[in-house]
Structure formats: structure tokens, C-alpha cells
């Protein structure tokens, strides 16, 4: 699937929602996979598994984050990266697998003003990409409370200069685990 496949299917998802999430091994042949999206205000983040043309290969499988805008109503693509994705992506892992309850893997950040006249005046759109372990049913954002899909990728995003505090809950809503972004600058890709 190429960038602009991807892009459209990304616009389709932040119409229509994601569907129904998915665990264990992905279907042979499959090239795109949505796992999550977040939605914050005039801004999303949506994040997917892309797969090399033959299915899912060992290595070759990847997870991006692709950030938008809403402008006029419309969503537009600002931009998106990521990195190669753990072996099994879609399994679910556990704190004592994890390390932790949060296991930041990835981010970034994109300018939603490009077009602006002058050179000062820079927007961003921001966004982590986070493994969340099995115990976590929901993380807390600031006011905003995010279910956790079964195979337990999440992303956020925001648009404020300082990052969120982002919160693990049980289902009772008892906090397992805190990530201060701003302490946490380097993505920890090694237990993705």
C-alpha cells in the first residue's frame, strides 16, 4: 500500500471510526492494518500496521502514526513516520513483559501552519505511539479517558507546548503507571 493509499484510508477511518480490533496473527496477504486512533479537538493522530506485498514477513512490518488537521471541516494530512514493528505486533503483553504499564515506542511532530506567511509562528501537532500492558483497560489524557484496544497500541495527540501526563487505569480506574513525556524524551524502542 502506498503513502496515498495510506492517507485515504487514514481520511476513511477518521470519518467512519475504526473497526473492530483484532489480536493474534494478522491474515496472510494482508498489507494494512488500522490499530488506533485519537481525536483532540481540531486534531488526530491515526496509527497503523503496514505489512510488505506478500503478508506479514517476519521484520517487515511497520507502525506509523499519521497526523491531520480539521480545517473548514475538512481533515488534512499533515504528515506521519514510524519505525519497524515488534514480532508479534498484535499480541497483548503484560507489565512484567513490558517493563512497565506504558511502554513509549515512538512519536512525533508536525507543523499544522506550513502555510503561514512568516517563518515565526509555528504550530505543531504532536503525537507518541505507546504499548500498553494487558492489566491497563483505559489511559487517562488530561480530562480525556481512552479505551485501550485488545492488542493494547495506543496513540495520543495534543497540540500544547508541554506534553501531557498520560495515565494507565484498571478497570476500577486506579492509576498503575504514569509517563511524564517531557522526562521521556527518547523513544524506547527495544520492548516495543
Not at 471510526?17 to 498489507?31: I, N
Amino acid at each position: 500500500m502506498n503513502d496515498h493509499e495510506v492517507n485515504e484510508e487514514c481520511l476513511r477511518l477518521l470519518r467512519d471510526g475504526l473497526p473492530d480490533t483484532r489480536t493474534g496473527v494478522p491474515d496472510v496477504g494482508l498489507t494494512f492494518l488500522p490499530l488506533c486512533l485519537d481525536v483532540d479537538g481540531d486534531v488526530a493522530v491515526v496509527t497503523v500496521l503496514t505489512f510488505d506485498e506478500t503478508g506479514n514477513v517476519p521484520g517487515e512490518s511497520f507502525i506509523d502514526g499519521w497526523t491531520f488537521h480539521r480545517r473548514n471541516g475538512e481533515w488534512m494530512a499533515l504528515g506521519g513516520g514510524g519505525g519497524a514493528a515488534p514480532a508479534e505486533p498484535l499480541a497483548r503483553r503484560s507489565a512484567a513483559e513490558l517493563g512497565r504499564h506504558l511502554r513509549r515506542y515512538g512519536s512525533g511532530r508536525t507543523v499544522r501552519n506550513a502555510d503561514r506567511l512568516l517563518p515565526w509562528g509555528a504550530k505543531y501537532v504532536n503525537q507518541v505511539r505507546l504499548r500498553v500492558a494487558s492489566e491497563a483497560t483505559q489511559i487517562r489524557v488530561g480530562r480525556r479517558v481512552i479505551p485501550v484496544p485488545q492488542h493494547g497500541h495506543v496513540a495520543v495527540v495534543w497540540t500544547a507546548r508541554r506534553a501531557p501526563l498520560i495515565e494507565a487505569l484498571d478497570p476500577a480506574g486506579t492509576v498503575l503507571d504514569a509517563l511524564e513525556l517531557e522526562r521521556s524524551q527518547t523513544p524506547e524502542h527495544n520492548s516495543a
